[in-house]
């Protein structure tokens, strides 16, 4: 795609998601409102480990796997500018407790088998500790080396690093995935399943007519979607979450593995890492509907 073209039409949202509890399941949407905080309502609440202090994080996968088990969506729609409404939290054998009953850290510290309490702001100077294979490479920008974990590294990552403060982000407010990528990874690696909801994207994209990592080349550049404007950070650096079970989907380290060996590219001061997707904050908010048209400047 030639950077110097003005206001590029490439394709169309075809799904919505966001995350009510960071690293718990999330709900697909028809529509969203949008502010610089991200998709109103995404990683809204998140779980702090009393031990530790450190924001639960799937990136962990001993210690909080188990998140992905856990299903949450809001009881009433959220609205921009008015208080965070509560969230429901269904466990993994269908039973639920909503935010505002007072037990609701107790029933999910005895779930997790970890004391926990569930916040609606991340603490200042947040972190979250992140496993960190052999297959990821060996850079470790902006973390520290905490343990090991069965010869992988695990480290401390600062929170929100690019979003706003006492967010539950990890990185940035946006993350968009192509359908593009998502069938150039079933095409190279054919024995993984690669499906979207591996990758906890809030947009997911298709780009009709166009074949491979389509997103790549949109770092640093606008991407317009309906009346909302995005500011293109970084190719989405990838994760051991990805290769989590969820639902029907098996756990699976090819997942990462063929990535590393497909898609290793450079995301911006980080290095050359395995990636699918891109980061981006919000340039100006309003509103994102299934089926709204993407355009790239």
């Known amino acids: 795609m030639d950077a110097t073209m003005s206001a590029e039409s490439v394709g169309t949202v075809v799904s919505l998601w966001r995350y009510p509890v960071k690293s718990m399941m999330g709900e697909e949407l028809n529509a969203c409102d949008v502010t610089e905080r991200g998709l109103c309502g ?22 909080w796997g188990r998140l992905f ?133 809030n947009l997911v994209v298709e780009v009709p007519d166009r074949r491979g990592f389509v997103e790549n080349d949109w770092s640093r550049r606008i991407v317009t979607v309906g009346d909302v404007r995005l500011k293109v950070i970084i190719p989405t650096a990838r994760c051991v979450m990805t290769t989590l079970g969820q639902g029907d989907l098996p756990r699976d380290p090819g997942v990462l593995r063929a990535m590393a060996e497909h898609n290793r590219i450079r995301a911006g001061g980080l290095g050359e890492l395995p990636c699918a997707g891109v980061y981006a904050f919000v340039v100006t908010g309003g509103t994102i509907r299934r089926g709204d048209p993407i355009r790239v400047e």
């Open 42 to 63: 995404d990683r809204a609440y998140g779980l702090v480990d009393q031990e530790t202090g450190k924001l639960a994080s799937a990136k962990h996968p001993r210690k």
């Open 69 to 201: 088990d856990f299903r949450a969506d809001f009881v009433e729609p959220p609205r921009v500018g008015a208080p965070t409404p509560p969230v429901r939290i269904t466990f993994p054998r269908g039973a639920s407790v909503t935010s505002e009953e007072p037990g609701v850290s107790r029933l999910l510290s005895e779930a997790l088998g970890r004391p926990v309490v569930l916040m609606t702001s991340a603490p200042a100077d947040s972190s979250f500790e992140e496993v960190w294979p052999a297959v990821k490479g060996g850079r470790l920008y902006g973390t520290t080396l905490s343990e090991r974990e069965e010869g992988d590294l695990v480290t401390d990552v600062p929170a929100a690093f690019r979003a706003p403060a006492g967010t539950f982000f990890d990185f940035c407010a946006i993350h968009l995935v192509t359908t593009n990528t998502l069938d150039r990874l079933r095409e190279l690696a054919p024995a993984h399943r690669f499906e979207a909801r591996r990758f906890r994207p």
